[in-house]
């Protein structure tokens, strides 16, 4: 603990002042808040604050409604506590809280009150007490006890936030909850710091900003790789396996989108490298699971059907690029066989250099005339992807004015994953936290 950072003592009285009077003298804190009942009140004027040997800069006497109510206890300086630290400019960084005095209620209330705060506390034992050891320090034999907060040293209940809020998708929250945390704990700092770029890593990534992603991922694992080595806590142990896994398979889509970037008008044919047959496309597949997050995290269908669609588009789009060296945003049509240009340029909207853009249907269609077994695919589940595809070119986030139902986004996973030939157990799956209540 530093002793140049504490600046406030909420200290609790009751009936026994010296061991108060001993703590005061010892820390000599610029501001003291006493905590008291309407009996122990008149002991701050009478046998504390004469026995002195310094003069703080302030001082406020906060009473207990009732000395022995746990409840009104804390609630009281639940209130008091932070309205004197915005009075006197403080943070609670800057108080330590003694709780040698008062009932064991008040002692109790003083310790909860802070305990989620990441503050310290001391405490006055004795070398020697009263009725043959088990009362009060005698004068002259008080001893000072400093103590850490044992809620941060267990980091209880930012494990407990922490796995609701990640579990839920919600990484930015868990990110300020990590950095609030780790300043607090100095045993689970690491935890708490690695936490802190991991969910950063992973929203970039929810949001599809692949490279920020595995560039804070990276940095996330490479903290918490010691930490978890030397964790007791299987939780622990899973949640660093489950990064692990993550890394390469997220290395792998900024692979891909770079390969697929490269092969746009203008940039080096991807076809040069040779074909890629038929594997499957990381981004699609992580796409199809960006759905599930939407729709089974976040109930929100209207997104979830709109990553389903783009994802249902990037799969024509990837092998009409990977296996024949065709862009269908911009058609070359020295590439396509004189016999498929006439049906191609039917629905497609023109562009400059000879090249046209053709729309889903007509980029699974020359799939089909080209002979290429995804285009087949399509033809034989197009009447139904089409009419389900129809209902999301309703949707509000489309071009209509109708909320997307669970119903029609169950069935329109269900279509993507039959024709994708997928698994829901085949798609990239993000780490869960879950400490079982158990803490670090």
């Not at 806590?233 to 692979?255: D, G, H, M, S, T």
């Not at 074909?275 to 109930?299: H, K, T």
């Not at 059907?305 to 862009?327: C, P």
Request: proline share 4%; net charge neutral; hydrophobic share 40%.
């Amino acid at each position: 603990m530093n002793n140049d950072k504490i600046k406030l003592l909420v200290v609790s009285v009751g009936g026994s002042p010296a061991p108060v009077v001993f703590s005061l003298n010892q820390r000599r804190p610029a501001y003291v808040v006493y905590f008291t009942s309407a009996t122990s009140r008149k002991t701050v004027r009478e046998n504390i604050e004469p026995k002195l040997e310094f003069k703080p800069l302030d001082h406020e006497i906060v009473v207990t409604p009732d000395e022995e109510d746990l409840g009104l206890s804390v609630a009281t300086l639940l209130r008091e506590i932070p309205r004197l630290l915005n009075l006197w400019s403080l943070d609670f960084a800057e108080l330590l809280g003694d709780y040698t005095g008062g009932t064991k209620t008040m002692s109790a209330a003083l310790v909860l009150a802070l305990a989620e705060r990441g503050c310290s506390y001391s405490y006055v034992g004795g070398r020697s007490r009263s009725k043959d050891g088990l009362g009060v320090v005698l004068d002259g034999y008080e001893k000072m006890l400093f103590l850490d907060n044992p809620w941060d040293a267990l980091a209880v209940g930012s494990c407990r936030d922490a796995e609701l809020l990640f579990n839920r998708c919600r990484f930015m929250a868990v990110r300020d909850l990590a950095i609030r945390t780790a300043t607090r704990t100095d045993r689970h700092r690491p935890f708490f710091e690695a936490l802190q770029y991991l969910a950063e890593g992973y929203y970039a990534w929810d949001s599809f900003q692949y490279k920020s992603a595995l560039e804070k991922l990276k940095r996330g694992e490479s903290l918490l790789r010691g930490y978890a080595a030397a964790s007791s806590q299987a939780a622990v142990r899973k949640f660093y396996q489950e990064v692990v896994v993550n890394v390469p398979l997220l290395e792998n889509i900024c692979q891909e989108i770079g390969r697929l970037v490269k092969s746009q008008p203008g940039k080096k044919d991807l076809a040069a490298a040779g074909p890629v047959g038929e594997q499957r496309s990381q981004l699609v597949m992580d796409l199809v699971a960006n759905a599930l997050r939407r729709a089974e995290i976040e109930q929100k269908y209207d997104d979830a059907v709109g990553r389903l669609y783009s994802a249902v588009e990037k799969l024509a789009k990837y092998r009409l690029l990977t296996v024949f060296a065709i862009d269908n945003s911009a058609v070359d049509l020295t590439k396509i066989p004189e016999a498929l240009q006439a049906g191609l340029c039917a629905s497609a909207n023109p562009r400059e250099n000879n090249k046209i853009q053709i729309p889903l249907h007509k980029s699974y269609e020359l799939l089909n005339d080209l002979g290429d077994s995804l285009g087949t695919a399509y033809t034989a589940s197009s009447e139904e992807l089409r009419k389900v595809l129809g209902i999301r070119n309703m949707s509000l986030l489309a071009h209509g004015f109708v909320p997307v139902r669970k119903e029609t986004y169950d069935k329109l996973l269900q279509i993507t994953l039959e024709f994708m030939q997928l698994e829901i157990a085949d798609l990239p799956r993000f780490p869960l936290l879950n400490f079982a209540g158990e803490g670090l």
